[in-house]
């Protein structure tokens, strides 16, 4: 092997990438982020030895690169190397002031300069999954690596926005030493649980602090079409890159389009009265070769989701924050006080010519908006709906989109569900039926957009509000049925959280992860009754049956 790799859902064969990832990433690439995890396990350690709690900025740095090392986010070997200095500076710090817990520290941890990056990458062999050993251990720990991943996403995104939580940080902590240490099946599966647990912290906290900063998402209609202006596409995640742009932007003549997961910011208040923000542009991110060839103008990656970019727009893509690509221009980090400076981009679009449709096939618009606040404004109307029998069943079609064509499965089971069926989603699964026409029932639309990944905590809201409402005091007994699609660390976050809420009889495609083992996955059946997808015609049976 060249590499080992599982940490997604289109890893080869389903089974782990050995020569190169499936992403893009190279063997190099894959190497180093072993090696910044190990890092960031030795800055943990040093801060449990320590004693004391661990400080918000190097809570933030580990967050932050966790985060980079998400499937489809950075591949830029340099940035990834430094990110490994700087565990190893901050881990430095801690120890300097006792030498005795410096050298427990260099028992377990790597120490990385720039002159010894070969032999850290080496080192990294040593590092590898070996998942013929102690394979349950093995899954539990991936398990729990991955959602922490998913989690310090979340966490990073508040953070930006000047929020945190005292429990995510600690966490951060316990999760990241827990590989250094000896731990018992039940042990370990303690682990996995609180960090669901503590993903719920981290969704709702950034659901606190993107509403503070942009106001409670509105049902929104948004122009899916282009103009006859310039126009700059920004994808991602990250709302905050794309108010400062907007505001940079302003009276420029160009036009700001959403991409990806960035469609929800059209539904923000505060984004929204922009009137160049003039609408969203294709669909999921695995379109990007085609669509971002199309649009003509600069594009901006705020976040993950990235491909490795074609030369026929390599000139014209950008990456900032987490993000980045080898030889692609990089928007550096704002300083204390100041907002990004986007300026090269700005005149770039200028010389750009305006984009031409991403598709044929792509509506006038779609309707998003429908995040926490409006799901559990809409509760009574739902409940009277479900008394009266005009919703039946409420389908939560959410997470990850892909390129694999299995992923079809999504769109026939919102065409094949009955129209008494309510559709909740989230992510950018969405992509595979948001551009179906399903109807309203009794006024309410059938399919209700929560928004990003990252606002899947919507969706588990609606689900306690339900309960609430219909004195049920167990989630199966709620006509809610889970049909989830997995691809990155984000989607593992999201599944614990939904354990760790009480969700039960999950349905998760187009395959299962491949580094759950076959006795835990016989663990989460049992105790969470997950299934894996299987046709769209059984599965909608199913989940019609009663």
């Avoid at 932050?64 to 499937?71: D, N, P, V, W």
């Avoid at 102690?134 to 929020?163: C, M, N, Q, W």
């Amino acid at each position: 092997m060249d590499m080992f790799c599982y940490q997604c859902q289109e890893t080869l064969h389903n089974s782990g990438c050995v020569k190169m990832g499936v992403c893009g990433k190279t063997s190099e690439c894959a190497d180093l982020m072993d090696v910044l995890l190990h890092a960031l396990r030795g800055l943990a350690l040093a801060v449990k030895i320590s004693g004391k709690p661990l400080e918000s900025d190097d809570a933030q740095f580990i967050a932050t690169a966790l985060f980079a090392t998400l499937t489809n986010t950075n591949f830029d070997l340099e940035r990834i190397e430094n990110l490994i200095v700087e565990a190893s500076a901050r881990r430095n710090v801690l120890t300097s002031e006792n030498p005795d817990l410096f050298a427990r520290c260099d028992e377990d941890v790597l120490q990385f300069t720039p002159s010894s990056r070969d032999a850290m990458i080496a080192k990294s062999e040593s590092l590898r999954i070996e998942p013929t050993v102690d394979p349950e251990r093995t899954s539990l720990r991936e398990i729990l690596t991955y959602g922490l991943k998913g989690l310090a996403a979340y966490a990073h995104h508040a953070a930006v926005l000047g929020f945190e939580d005292a429990s995510v940080n600690d966490f951060f902590v316990k999760a990241l030493c827990a590989p250094l240490e000896e731990h018992s099946i039940d042990e370990w599966v303690a682990l996995v649980m609180e960090c669901g647990k503590t993903a719920v912290a981290a969704m709702a906290i950034l659901d606190k602090a993107n509403t503070s900063r942009f106001g409670d998402p509105e049902p929104t209609v948004v122009a899916n079409t282009v103009g006859d202006r310039p126009g700059i596409l920004v994808s991602g995640h990250d709302l905050l890159d794309l108010e400062e742009l907007l505001i940079q932007t302003q009276n420029e003549g160009i036009d700001i389009y959403t991409h990806g997961e960035m469609l929800p910011a059209n539904a923000y208040p505060k984004l929204k009265k922009y009137a160049h923000l003039k609408g969203n542009y294709g669909g999921s991110w695995w379109k990007q070769p085609t669509e971002f060839e199309l649009f003509h103008g600069p594009i901006l990656m705020t976040t993950n989701c990235l491909t490795p970019p074609r030369a026929s727009y390599r000139e014209r893509i950008f990456t900032t924050g987490v993000t980045g690509f080898p030889g692609i221009k990089h928007i550096p980090n704002r300083e204390a006080g100041k907002m990004k400076d986007f300026s090269e981009i700005i005149q770039l679009a200028k010389s750009c010519a305006p984009p031409a449709p991403a598709s044929d096939e792509e509506p006038a618009s779609l309707v998003v908006g429908f995040a926490r606040a409006t799901l559990e404004q809409s509760a009574p109307a739902v409940v009277e709906a479900l008394k009266s029998g005009a919703i039946r069943r409420i389908i939560v079609m959410a997470g990850c989109d892909g390129r694999h064509t299995s992923r079809e499965y999504f769109t026939e089971v919102a065409k094949k569900l009955p129209q008494d069926a309510l559709i909740l989603t989230a992510g950018c699964a969405k992509y595979r039926f948001n551009k179906l026409d399903l109807g309203e029932i009794g006024g309410i639309p059938r399919l209700l957009d929560a928004g990003q990944c990252n606002d899947s905590y919507a969706l588990a809201t609606i689900a306690l509000k339900l309960r609430e409402v219909l004195s049920v005091e167990e989630f199966p007994q709620l006509p809610i049925y889970l049909d989830l699609g997995w691809y990155e660390q984000k989607a593992v976050a999201v599944l614990l959280a939904l354990f760790a809420l009480g969700f039960q009889g999950m349905r998760l495609g187009p395959t299962l992860p491949a580094f759950v083992s076959g006795n835990i996955l016989e663990f989460l059946v049992k105790n969470f009754g997950i299934a894996p997808t299987t046709s769209s015609d059984a599965d909608v049976s199913a989940m019609c049956a009663n």
